[in-house]
Every structure is written in C-alpha cells, then in structure tokens.
Nanobody, 115 residues
C-alpha cells in the first residue's frame, strides 16, 4: 500500500521560505517518479514539480520556476520541496504524489502566505 506523509507546511509572510518533506513507504521509492501537486482555494490542481527516480529529470511549473526546488533522498525514501520567495498566490494545500497519479497522494500540508 502506497503511503505518503507530508510535513513542513505553515503560515509565512510574502517573500518567506518553507521546506516541505514527504516520507514515502509501501513501494519502491527509488524507482518512482514523484511529484508535488498543489490546490489552492477555488483553483484547479497544479503540478508544481516532477522529479525522476535518479533526479536526472526535473520539471517545474512556470509559476514556480526559479523559486521552488524539488529534491529527493532515495536512501531515506524522502521527497522535498524547498519554497522560496513565497507569494500570496502560492497559498494552497501541497500534496506529495507518486508519479503523477492523483489517486496516490498523501494527506497534504497547508502552505499559507499572508501579510
């Protein structure tokens, strides 16, 4: 059974930073593409980052390029998302997703950017 547990969300001011973490279990993490997908209030879901198993391929949404950094530690089955230069429009629930399969996601961690 795929299990994904996110942590690290919180409330920050514009321009602030956060580091999200996701602990994976129940599958071969080191062989899996992983994504971070967010959903803000009244907005459609948006995939903000995708990373290949060996971190050789990384893709970001245009809205976060240059501000967010995705990484992984296969030895620990951990996925990370470092958020910098946060904007109010980054406010959303952030989900760790196996591959790009929305059905295989964690419970999410809330990021709120407000002054």
């Amino acid at each position: 059974e795929v299990q994904l547990v996110e942590s690290g969300g919180g409330s920050v001011q514009p321009g602030g930073s956060l580091r999200l973490s996701c602990q994976a279990s129940g599958f071969t993490f080191s062989a899996a593409y992983m994504s971070w997908i967010r959903q803000g209030p009244g907005k459609e879901r948006e995939r903000v980052a995708l990373i290949s198993p060996a971190s050789t391929t990384i893709d970001y949404a245009d809205s976060v390029k240059g501000r967010f950094t995705v990484s992984r530690d296969n030895s620990k089955a951990m996925l990370y998302l470092h958020l910098r230069g946060l904007r109010t429009e980054d406010t959303a629930m952030y989900y760790c997703v196996k591959g790009t399969n929305w059905a295989e996601r964690g419970q999410g961690t809330q990021v709120t950017v407000t002054s």
